[in-house]
């Protein structure tokens, strides 16, 4: 029955956006329009998300999830792993929340309630069932309060990283809208992509790095107002400080700027971000954006990505820094433009991210790493892996298709989503060779970009392109290799 109610509508709708969009062009991306007011460690904030529905089903209700809400008192998943709590809590282990002040549409009120298996899902009635291809407006109005925490939302000595500063639309698929818990290994996130207008107000003297492109600054006495803009993200990031120097490279094309507070030579991590660009570009297709933000800040990872943004940790080794400005940009083409649910299946992003930095170092000898060399040693720390887990637990699980809920901690999965996709990858390109390797990449990203993927769609690809290599794919995702 709501099939045919949507077909109607289908009809009904596709009449009114060509008069609304003009002749021809129907827009369908979801957007977003974000206000957020930062003051001392709070955040208050309107979200107005103009949602397109591009499923197939009406629906009732929207969910997104509130991922700033794993840090607040008493949440049952923590969002920092029990190895990382004393580095990120450098100041004794606190708290912050996200609190849901209203939800309207259209100025009337709507039903909503804080919900999922953490309190980390807004649900939201529609007043109205919302078609396929048809639009809804809801408007969200919350407070955060921010933990001081070295994690990807949290206010620290030098920087305020704010990733996840907004309710975020649960992604959709055929199950419905996928609930996103905040575990503390792998990246928690899926979403689907959409356009945004985001302004952040401020103390004046802070400088923001963003995800997206500046569009103007208004000064309001001690305080400025910032707005930006980005099409096609599928979540967006700021990190401010009033400790920032900053430079710029136009050399690409792109406006990379490099964000830090702490670096004797700033050049290297820029040339990191430009050589990287320019070989991806050529490798695996355009850079999906307009801008590039390089970002040194407080993290107890190496780094962490999000649309025309990378935070790099200013705890890393100096030998590491370039190499996770690398592995973060990477990241640029297998998350941010071809994204998956990071969940279930890290590995997918996790591991073309890690095998595109064995290929940085394969095109760029001045850095004195062989491809060779690399996967000799990924694969001997791959073995020594496997030999503790059989001693410690009598076998070990070296599947790849797993959610991240199923893996013993960070060790498992950092073996098992960036050490075993590069040994597979590398073997694939071996036996297909270069040409076809980088082919498929190239398809991949060019087929999926601003989508998200499955681990079978990337087998397909390959497929379609007449090789065989559905079983040798598969006894790698099931864990049957012998490696
Ligand atoms: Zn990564």
């Not at 309107?46 to 529905?53: A, E, K, L, Q």
């Not at 809804?136 to 000595?157: K, P």
């Not at 407080?298 to 649309?307: A, I, K, L, W």
Request: hydrophobic residues 35%; aromatic residues 16%; proline residues 2%.
């Amino acid at each position: 029955m709501k099939k045919i109610a949507s077909l109607f509508l289908v009809v009904l709708t596709v009449f009114f956006s060509f008069g609304f969009y003009g002749c021809g062009e129907k827009d369908t991306a979801t957007l977003y329009d974000i206000s957020i007011k930062l003051s001392d460690k709070r955040i208050e904030g309107v979200m107005t998300i103009d949602f397109y529905n591009d499923t197939d089903n009406a629906l009732g209700e929207l969910k997104f999830n509130l991922h700033a809400n794993a840090f607040r008192n008493g949440a049952k998943y923590s969002p920092i792993s029990s190895q990382y709590l004393s580095k990120a809590y450098p100041n004794g282990i606190n708290y912050g929340e996200m609190l849901i002040n209203s939800v309207t549409s259209n100025g009337e009120n709507l039903e909503y309630s804080v919900c999922g298996v953490d309190e980390n899902i807004l649900s939201v009635a529609l007043a109205n069932e919302v078609f396929p291809e048809e639009r809804v407006s809801v408007t969200v109005c919350y407070t955060i309060t921010l933990a001081n925490v070295v994690a990807r939302t949290g206010i620290n000595e030098h920087t305020i990283n704010l990733a996840n500063f907004y309710p975020i639309l649960c992604a959709i698929d055929e199950n419905g809208f996928y609930e996103c818990v905040y575990y503390s290994s792998g990246d928690p996130y899926y979403s689907e992509c959409a356009d945004y207008n985001v302004s952040i107000t401020l103390d004046k003297d802070y400088t923001v790095a963003s995800s997206g492109k500046f569009i103007k600054r208004e000064n309001q006495g001690t305080l400025a107002k910032i707005t930006y803009e980005l099409k096609n993200a599928r979540s967006f990031a700021f990190v401010v400080s009033d400790k920032f120097e900053s430079i710029t490279d136009n050399s690409t094309g792109i406006e990379i700027i490099y964000y830090f507070y702490e670096d004797e030579n700033p050049l290297l991590a820029m040339q990191a971000a430009v050589k990287s660009i320019k070989l991806f570009e050529e490798k695996f297709g355009e850079y999906p954006y307009p801008t590039y933000s390089v970002v040194q800040t407080e993290f107890v990872q190496g780094g962490m990505e999000f649309p025309a943004l990378v935070m790099i940790s200013d705890s890393l080794e100096k030998e590491a820094y370039a190499e996770v400005v690398v592995h973060e940009t990477a990241h640029q083409w297998w998350q941010t433009a071809v994204g998956n649910n990071e969940i279930e299946s890290g590995f997918l992003d996790e591991g073309l991210a890690e095998y595109s930095v064995i290929t940085f170092y394969e095109y760029y000898p001045e850095y004195n790493l062989t491809r060779e060399q690399i996967i000799e040693s990924s694969e001997k720390t791959y073995k020594t892996f496997c030999s503790v887990y059989d001693k410690l637990f009598g076998e070990v699980d070296t599947s790849m298709t797993r959610g991240l809920y199923e893996f013993k901690g960070e060790y498992e999965y950092v073996n098992i989503a960036y050490i075993k996709p590069c040994i597979m990858f590398d073997n694939l390109r071996k036996t297909i060779g270069d040409e076809s390797f980088f082919k498929g990449l190239k398809k991949y990203y060019e087929e999926y970009k601003f989508k998200n993927a499955k681990p079978d769609d990337l087998v397909g690809i390959f497929e379609k392109m007449g090789k065989d290599t559905n079983g040798f794919f598969n006894s790698f995702f099931e864990g049957k290799d012998i490696i």
